[in-house]
C-alpha cells in the first residue's frame, strides 16, 4: 500500500512539473506575440487582460571608456510602460527611446518581475523549444530571416523582421537567457526597432 501511495504521488508531483512547464510556455508565447506584433505594425501593445503599472523614466547613463571620465555618449531619458499578470512571474515592459525629430524608437520585452522566482534550467530549455517553435513558424511564412545574436548567455536566439516595419525599422526577435552563471538567472525577450534614424509616433509621456 505504501508502495502505490508513492507512486501515486509521485505521477501527481510530476503532472504538476509539466503543467507548470506548460503554462510559462503558453504565458510566454502570448506576451512575446503581442510584443512582437505591436512593435512589427507600429499599433498600440494589446494589454488586453494585464494589469496596468504605470508609465515611468528611466535614466540611461552616459556611455565611458575605462580609465576615463569623458563621455563617449551622452545619457539619456527612456519612457517606459510596465503591464502585469497577476501572480504571474513575467512583466511586460514597453519601452520608448528619446524622440528624434518627432519619431522615436520602441521595444516590448517581457522580464521576470520583482521577486519572481529564478528561470531554472528546466524551464530554460522548455522556453528555448517555445520560441524555436515559433521562429520556424515565422520563418515559413517567407517575411523572416535568420538573425543570430551574440552568444553571450546559456540562450541566444533571434529573428528578424525581412523588410522594414510601417516606421521604416529594422524589427529583431530575440530571447536571453543565462541559468548558467554564477550570478541570479537571467531573461530578456521580446521585440525591438534597431535603426536609430526610424521611429513613430511617441505613444508615452516624454520629457
Excluded at 498600440?44 to 569623458?70: E, H, V, Y
Excluded at 520608448?96 to 522580464?111: A, D, I, M, V
Excluded at 524555436?132 to 523572416?144: M, N
Aim: proline share 6%; hydrophobic share 35%; charged share 20%.
Amino acid at each position: 500500500m505504501r508502495h502505490i501511495t508513492l507512486s501515486v504521488l509521485l505521477n501527481l508531483a510530476l503532472i504538476a512539473s509539466a503543467n507548470a512547464g506548460e503554462n510559462i510556455s503558453g504565458v510566454w508565447r502570448d506576451l512575446f506575440t503581442r510584443c512582437r506584433v505591436a512593435v512589427e505594425t507600429g499599433k498600440d501593445f494589446d494589454a488586453t487582460g494585464l494589469r496596468d503599472l504605470g508609465q515611468s523614466l528611466r535614466i540611461a547613463a552616459p556611455t565611458t571608456m575605462a580609465g576615463s571620465t569623458k563621455a563617449i555618449m551622452p545619457g539619456y531619458d527612456v519612457a517606459e510602460q510596465r503591464w502585469g499578470i497577476p501572480a504571474d512571474r513575467f512583466v511586460v515592459v514597453e519601452t520608448e527611446y528619446p524622440p528624434h525629430g518627432g519619431k522615436t524608437r520602441r521595444s516590448c520585452n517581457l522580464e521576470l518581475a520583482p521577486q519572481a522566482k529564478p528561470i531554472s534550467a528546466d524551464e530554460e530549455s522548455l522556453l528555448r523549444a517555445a520560441f524555436l517553435a515559433e521562429r520556424d513558424k515565422l520563418l515559413d511564412t517567407g517575411r523572416y530571416e535568420h538573425w543570430n545574436p551574440d552568444p553571450i548567455f546559456s540562450t541566444n536566439l533571434g529573428i528578424r523582421l525581412a523588410g522594414n516595419n510601417v516606421n521604416g525599422c529594422r524589427v529583431v526577435s530575440l530571447l536571453f537567457i543565462d541559468t548558467q552563471s554564477n550570478f541570479p538567472s537571467f531573461l530578456q525577450t521580446g521585440s525591438g526597432e534597431q535603426d536609430g534614424t526610424c521611429g513613430g509616433t511617441p505613444r508615452l509621456i516624454h520629457p
